[in-house]
C-alpha cells in the first residue's frame, strides 16, 4: 500500500501563516486512515526527515509573491522550488537543496511531492484568525488536495 503524508505548514498564531495548518485540522476528519495528516513549523532538513519513507507527500503553505493577489492558490512541485540552489547555512536550507542532499545521502523520499501554495495577505499580525479572501479559499484547497490523493 501506497503512504501518504499531508503537511500544514506555519505558524498558527500568525493570522494567514498559519493557512496550512488551518486546512490541516481540516483535512485530519476528512482523509482516510492511510493518510498522515500533521501540523509543523518545520524547514530544510527537518522537514525532509518528516518526509522520508512516504509514497506521497503534500506541502500546504502560506506564500508572499510581488504581485500576487490574495487568496490565489499555486499548485507547486519542488523543481517550481529550484530558483536558489545555494547553500549558505544549514540553519536556512531551502527545501531544493535539502531534498537534493537527501537524495545523495540515500533517504527514501517520496516519489510525489506537491505543494500547495496559498498566497496570503498578513503573516506579521499575532492572531490565530485568518484574513477573510484568504479563508474564503480554505475549502478549495482541501478539495485540492483530497482530489491529488485519489
Same mark, same amino acid.
Given at each position: 500500500?501506497?503512504?501518504?503524508?499531508?503537511?500544514?505548514?506555519? !505558524?498558527? &498564531?500568525?493570522?494567514?501563516?498559519?493557512?496550512? !495548518?488551518?486546512?490541516?485540522? &481540516?483535512?485530519?476528519?476528512?482523509?482516510?486512515?492511510?493518510?498522515?495528516?500533521?501540523?509543523?513549523?518545520?524547514?530544510?532538513?527537518?522537514?525532509? +526527515?518528516?518526509?522520508?519513507?512516504?509514497?506521497?507527500?503534500? @506541502?500546504?503553505?502560506?506564500?508572499?509573491?510581488?504581485?500576487?493577489?490574495?487568496?490565489?492558490?499555486?499548485?507547486?512541485?519542488?523543481?517550481? @522550488?529550484?530558483?536558489?540552489?545555494?547553500?549558505?547555512?544549514?540553519?536556512?536550507? !531551502?527545501?531544493?537543496?535539502?531534498?537534493?542532499?537527501?537524495?545523495?545521502?540515500? &533517504?527514501?523520499?517520496?516519489?510525489?511531492?506537491? &505543494?500547495?501554495?496559498?498566497?496570503?495577505?498578513?503573516? %506579521?499580525?499575532?492572531?490565530?484568525? %485568518?484574513?477573510?479572501?484568504? +479563508?474564503?479559499?480554505?475549502?478549495?484547497?482541501?478539495?485540492?488536495?483530497? !482530489?491529488? %490523493?485519489?
Amino acid at each position: 500500500m501506497k503512504k501518504s503524508i499531508v503537511v500544514g505548514l506555519g !505558524n498558527p &498564531i500568525l493570522s494567514d501563516d498559519g493557512v496550512g !495548518n488551518k486546512i490541516a485540522e &481540516i483535512l485530519k476528519i476528512q482523509v482516510s486512515s492511510e493518510v498522515e495528516v500533521v501540523e509543523a513549523t518545520l524547514a530544510g532538513f527537518n522537514l525532509l +526527515e518528516l518526509l522520508a519513507g512516504y509514497d506521497t507527500a503534500i @506541502l500546504v503553505d502560506a506564500i508572499q509573491t510581488k504581485g500576487g493577489k490574495v487568496g490565489d492558490i499555486y499548485k507547486l512541485n519542488k523543481d517550481d @522550488l529550484a530558483f536558489s540552489q545555494r547553500l549558505a547555512s544549514v540553519h536556512d536550507i !531551502n527545501l531544493y537543496t535539502a531534498w537534493q542532499l537527501g537524495e545523495q545521502l540515500g &533517504i527514501k523520499l517520496p516519489d510525489k511531492l506537491v &505543494i500547495f501554495a496559498i498566497e496570503v495577505e498578513d503573516v %506579521l499580525t499575532f492572531s490565530e484568525n %485568518l484574513t477573510p479572501k484568504v +479563508e474564503a479559499v480554505v475549502p478549495k484547497v482541501c478539495e485540492m488536495v483530497l !482530489n491529488e %490523493l485519489t
